[in-house]
């Protein structure tokens, strides 16, 4: 069986949008450090990597340049995108990811591809001096869930403007930084930075939209949110908050399907 290389934008429609992740879909377990070699030379923010268990069931796993994550939303998306498109599952039939995150249930929607995610709750923290030195614009609410602090700040302008201290937040005790703000087209919009695992700025981050989730379904007084993440690509999400569960739809497009040289396997 030929082993292919898949190139995917998630959350997007078109060739410059969206969040790009490479899918590759194995015929036998692999080492990990093979597969960390080969997301370090692929060199897109996530490199993910498919092997059937069962009927509709897959283990996948997720490699940025750096590391191996726990949790990635549109490596998921595009995952799941593939197993349809190539018609290795039928469209109609939802897709079991076993993963570092648990199970992960993805079903095909009217409006895209579907992801339930457990909801990562944020609470909120203190302004402190290191926090207020993270960002260059005025922060008004500060809050962390388990491995991301999530800075609101007043609106779009200062969100699109602001420029990130990534020195300094690979030395704290997050993965990443969430910055959000109230949109006048959407329900609220964001930017994601992770430097410590590779990752100056994310396009898309699904998995940051569970904390975010909650945030501005408590603010808001709404359970389905329409959500921009505001990079130089920048993707759309639907989010349906439901307590425990975080449910995010997006779409994706191929981009190129090539031949992956096995021997590097």
């Known amino acids: 069986m030929s082993t292919y290389l898949y190139r995917v934008n998630a959350f997007s429609q078109g060739l410059t949008s969206g969040n790009p992740a490479y899918v590759i879909r ?6 990990k450090q093979v597969m ?9 923010p996530i490199t993910a990597f498919l092997l059937e268990q069962e ?7 997720w490699f940025t340049p750096l590391e191996e994550i726990s949790l990635c939303g549109h490596g998921t998306l595009a995952a799941a995108h593939i197993l349809w498109e190539e018609e290795i599952i039928e469209i ?3 897709i079991t990811f076993m993963t570092k995150s648990g199970h992960l249930k993805v079903e095909k929607v009217k409006k895209g591809i579907q992801l339930a995610f457990s909801t990562d709750m944020p609470n909120p ?13 005025p922060i008004l609410k500060a809050a962390q869930n388990s491995d991301r602090y999530l800075i609101e700040v007043a609106d779009e302008e ?4 602001l420029v990130p201290n990534l020195d300094l937040l690979t030395t704290l005790p997050v993965t990443g930084l969430v910055v959000t703000s109230p949109s006048t087209k959407y329900d609220f919009v964001s930017r994601y930075f992770a ?3 590779g990752i100056k700025e994310d396009f898309v981050t699904g998995s940051a939209h569970c904390g975010l989730a909650p945030y501005w379904s408590r603010r808001l007084n709404k359970k389905q949110l329409y959500a921009f993440q505001s990079s130089e690509r920048g993707g759309e999400l639907f989010i349906y908050y439901q307590g425990d569960l975080t449910y995010i739809t997006g779409k994706a497009i191929t981009i190129y399907k090539s031949h992956f040289n096995e021997l590097l396997l």
């Open 26 to 31: 194995l015929t036998n377990p692999i080492q």
């Open 36 to 44: 960390q070699g080969i997301a370090k030379e692929l060199n897109l």
């Open 55 to 61: 009927s509709n069931i897959y283990e996948l796993r």
């Open 92 to 94: 109609q039939q939802p």
């Open 125 to 137: 923290i203190d302004i402190t001096p290191s926090i207020k030195q993270l960002i260059n614009v």
């Open 158 to 161: 200062s969100l699109i403007r």
């Open 195 to 197: 430097p410590k695992i």
